[in-house]
T-cell receptor, first 111, second 115 residues
Framework: SQQGEEDPQALSIQEGENATMNCSYK?????LQWYRQNSGRGLVHLIL?????REKHSGRLRVTLDTSKKSSSLLITASRAADTASYFC???????????FGKGNQVVVIP | GEEVAQTPKHLVRGEGQKAKLYCAPIKGHSYVFWYQQVLKNEFKFLISFQNENVFDETGMPKERFSAKCLPNSPCSLEIQATKLEDSAVYFC?????????????FGPGTRLTVL
């Protein structure tokens, strides 16, 4: 089954604004991870939130996890042009280590 | 090293030729994963290793794909007799542990183009 479906899929904001994107999944998980991918490049690990955590912060990033709703959100505060990228959530299902990726959110930050 | 290294960056093969991709995980990481990104937004898991042992190969197309992680050597992913649909970016990732602490760090990828 497809896990990690982000919504919305494309977001265009002005520099300085906040960007929020969501991710939903279908099965029980060990953890959920968010990655950033700049055009044509590799995946940069942003943050991991474990299944027993509800919120986590890292710099300008804030991630929430609601296991009852099987959903997560990523908030980028005070966005910068350099935040322009695709953002993916990926879940690590219980019983295996492989990541199941969502389809990604494209975020464009306009200077 | 402190980053996952992948070689080559780009690989071009004619249909039917062999392709071999390499991955050096982060030093000290026991788990290695291969993923395929076919379209810009879709990732597919291929195979994972715990040290030199296959951990999970449920994503591997068995007929033409094979992979190894041998001691003191980079891990490799080999595609025999490439097809047009194998054109993709292949990512390698490594992690130190499994379960809730399975934080996977990705390499820059190898872009395979099959003509």
């Amino acid at each position: 089954s497809q896990q990690g479906e982000e919504d919305p899929q494309a977001l265009s904001i002005q520099e300085g604004e906040n960007a929020t994107m969501n991710c939903s999944y279908k099965t029980s998980i060990n953890n959920l991870q968010w990655y950033r991918q700049n055009s044509g490049r590799g995946l940069v690990h942003l943050i991991l939130i474990r299944s027993n955590e509800r919120e986590k912060h890292s710099g300008r990033l804030r991630v929430t996890l609601d296991t009852s709703k099987k959903s997560s959100s990523l908030l980028i505060t005070a966005s910068r042009a350099a935040d322009t990228a695709s953002y993916f959530c990926a879940t690590d299902g219980r019983g295996n280590n492989r990541l199941a990726f969502g389809k990604g959110n494209q975020v464009v930050v306009i200077p | 090293g402190e980053e996952v290294a992948q070689t080559p960056k780009h690989l071009v093969r004619g249909e039917g030729q062999k392709a071999k991709l390499y991955c050096a995980p982060i030093k000290g990481h026991s788990y290695v994963f291969w993923y395929q990104q076919v379209l810009k937004n879709e990732f597919k898991f291929l195979i994972s290793f715990q040290n030199e042992n296959v951990f999970d190969e449920t994503g591997m197309p068995k007929e033409r794909f094979s992979a190894k992680c041998l001691p003191n050597s980079p891990c490799s992913l080999e595609i025999q007799a490439t097809k047009l649909e194998d054109s993709a970016v292949y990512f390698c990732a490594s992690s130190q542990s499994s379960g809730v602490y399975n934080e996977q760090f990705f390499g820059p990828g190898t872009r395979l183009t099959v003509l």
